[in-house]
């Protein structure tokens, strides 16, 4: 199955759950209320994403005299992507890492660290711009958001039935029905599961950017060679950086292993690698 069908199949059961849960723990009225929240605080952040993702991880705005060799490969491969050339940015940061960030192609930019700058040999840095060049190109910043207003609005369904619990005993029949016990397995059941989905989406996006990265930079081997740098060094010293932001970056700047991965929104770095080497 492909990357681009995976990410559907993957969306139609989050919206599933979600319809689902909104069934048995606030019946119509209730998965409603919580749609609207849940819209209402994402479309505040999606609007205002890049200024949010940058601020977050305390990225400055160079200029082509400050950065010019920077500023021309980025604006080559954004030629050879189709893309209008994105805002660059750079994290004073020793552990080398990217992100890209905007709504669409039309308001994006790209953020590197200083430690990105200097740890990668050009070609491999033309594989990582490649790459957050394929996010902005796939709006993965739109899905991602769109992938958050159903996690969200499933949490909030949660945290509403427990209310309902504590003050009401759980809903009459007429009212949209529902068992209390399956109202309970479903309250504590179905935000982990929607956690789980939206992970697995951020994980499928992931593959798809190192293949159209890998495209756009023309040498797969190139990117392959820098993730493997960026997971050794961002494993020996990782980022000081916010959790939730930590999904945008190219590798995961966060320590963590074991269950932890379970919940990790990258891919396994040894089937990235692999992929990329099968090009």
């Known amino acids: 199955m492909n990357t681009v069908a995976k990410t559907f199949m993957l969306m139609a059961a989050l919206t599933a759950l979600f319809m689902i849960a909104g069934q048995a723990m606030g019946g119509q009225q209730g998965m409603i209320i919580a749609l609207i929240m849940a819209l209402g605080l994402n479309f505040f952040a999606y609007w205002n994403s890049d200024k949010l993702a940058l601020a977050m991880n305390h990225a400055r705005e160079v200029s082509p005299a400050e950065a010019g060799d920077l500023h021309a490969l980025v604006a080559g491969l954004a030629a050879r992507a189709g893309l209008p050339k994105p805002r660059v940015y750079?994290?004073?940061?020793?552990?080398?890492?990217?992100?890209?960030?905007?709504?669409?192609?039309?308001h994006a930019a790209v953020?590197?660290?200083?430690g990105l700058l200097r740890a990668l040999e050009r070609h491999e840095l033309e594989g990582v711009i490649g790459h957050e060049l394929a996010h902005i190109k796939?709006?993965?910043?739109?899905?991602?958001?769109?992938?958050?207003?159903?996690?969200?609005?499933?949490?909030?369904?949660?945290?509403?039935?427990?209310?309902?619990m504590l003050f009401?005993?759980?809903?009459?029949?007429?009212?949209?029905?529902?068992n209390p016990v399956v109202m309970l397995v479903t309250?504590?059941?179905?935000?982990?599961?929607?956690?789980?989905?939206?992970?697995?989406?951020?994980?499928?996006?992931e593959y798809l950017a190192d293949a159209t990265g890998a495209e756009i930079c023309g040498h797969p081997k190139s990117l392959a060679s820098?993730?493997?740098?960026?997971?050794?060094?961002?494993?020996?010293?990782?980022?000081?950086v916010n959790p939730a932001s930590a999904q945008m970056y190219i590798v995961n700047p966060l320590s963590g292993g074991g269950?932890?991965?379970?919940?990790?929104?990258?891919?396994?770095?040894?089937?990235?690698?692999?992929?990329?080497?099968?090009m």
């Open 90 to 106: 750079v994290i004073d940061e020793a552990t080398p890492n990217a992100f890209a960030t905007g709504r669409n192609p039309e």
């Open 111 to 114: 953020a590197v660290t200083t």
């Open 138 to 164: 796939h709006r993965d910043i739109l899905i991602g958001s769109i992938a958050a207003v159903m996690a969200g609005a499933i949490s909030y369904l949660a945290t509403m039935a427990q209310w309902a």
């Open 168 to 178: 009401g005993g759980g809903r009459r029949d007429g009212e949209g029905g529902g």
């Open 187 to 205: 309250m504590l059941v179905a935000p982990l599961a929607a956690t789980l989905i939206q992970m697995a989406i951020s994980r499928s996006r």
């Open 226 to 240: 820098a993730l493997n740098k960026l997971a050794n060094y961002n494993a020996q010293r990782p980022m000081d």
């Open 259 to 278: 269950v932890a991965n379970l919940f990790s929104t990258h891919p396994p770095m040894e089937e990235r690698v692999r992929r990329l080497m099968s």
